[in-house]
T-cell receptor, first 109, second 117 residues
Framework: GQNIDQPTEMTATEGAIVQINCTYQ??????LFWYQQHAGEAPTFLSYNVLDGLEEKGRFSSFLSRSKGYSYLLLKELQMKDSASYLCAAMDSNYQLIWGAGTKLIIKP | GAVVSQHPSRVICKSGTSVKIECRSL??????MFWYRQFPKQSLMLMAT?????????EQGVEKDKFLINHASLTLSTLTVTSAHPEDSSFYIC?????????????FGPGTRLTVL
């Protein structure tokens, strides 16, 4: 079956770095997405990886290893506004997104 | 990026009534739109995939007669929750995909919070 695993909750300190891991199993693979979702709002796109390696975009970076079925989202210089849920989603062979349950990130001062 | 709107943003209705939610792509043509439901503290659950001019494809366990989807044009899809019940109370989110297959990003609408009394 198709499955996405990511931690339920993580806590980090303002100004620090946090890495949110995601493992996936899908029927075919057409890329891995990370979305940010604040409570009561729709998800917003953060990153997309389809090739192995690290993609850096400002304070956020995303890594993919296709052979390991593994991705992570790296957030640097954490700010209080980064407190949100981070959703990992893998696109299968039918170009449908398979969603993880999300990781709730709590930032402490 | 592309903009997707949803209307209404919030709706409260009585049990047994029907509610229509609109999803519009404002500055692009969306060949495919997706409807999701999200219960509190849970991830997005895909309800159906809607292609312009054809019948929607529903996910297992989603009642097509209860959740009517119409994708009448390349910029508009509607979800009608018929005979709503309190257990249908949820956050409904649509997303739209530009182009076919190989164009990967989905753009999300702001969501509609439905409360059924």
């Amino acid at each position: 079956g198709q499955n996405i695993d990511q931690p339920t909750e993580m806590t980090a300190t303002e100004g620090a770095i946090v890495q949110i891991n995601c493992t996936y199993q899908t029927s075919g693979f057409n890329g891995l997405f990370w979305y940010q979702q604040h409570a009561g709002e729709a998800p917003t796109f953060l990153s997309y990886n389809v090739l192995d390696g690290l993609e850096e975009k400002g304070r956020f970076s995303s890594f993919l290893s296709r052979s390991k079925g593994y991705s992570y989202l790296l957030l640097k210089e954490l700010q209080m506004k980064d407190s949100a849920s981070y959703l990992c989603a893998a696109m299968d062979s039918n170009y449908q997104l398979i969603w993880g349950a999300g990781t709730k990130l709590i930032i402490k001062p | 990026g592309a903009v997707v709107s949803q209307h209404p943003s919030r709706v409260i209705c009585k049990s047994g009534t029907s509610v229509k939610i609109e999803c519009r792509s404002l500055d692009f043509q969306a060949t495919t739109m997706f409807w999701y439901r999200q219960f509190p503290k849970q991830s997005l659950m895909l309800m159906a995939t809607s292609n312009e001019g054809s019948k929607a494809t529903y996910e297992q366990g989603v009642e097509k007669d209860k959740f009517l989807i119409n994708h009448a044009s390349l910029t508009l899809s509607t979800l009608t929750v018929t005979s709503a019940h309190p257990e249908d109370s949820s956050f409904y989110i649509c997303s739209a995909k530009v182009g076919t297959g190989e164009s990967n990003e989905q753009f999300f609408g702001p969501g509609t919070r439905l409360t059924v009394l």
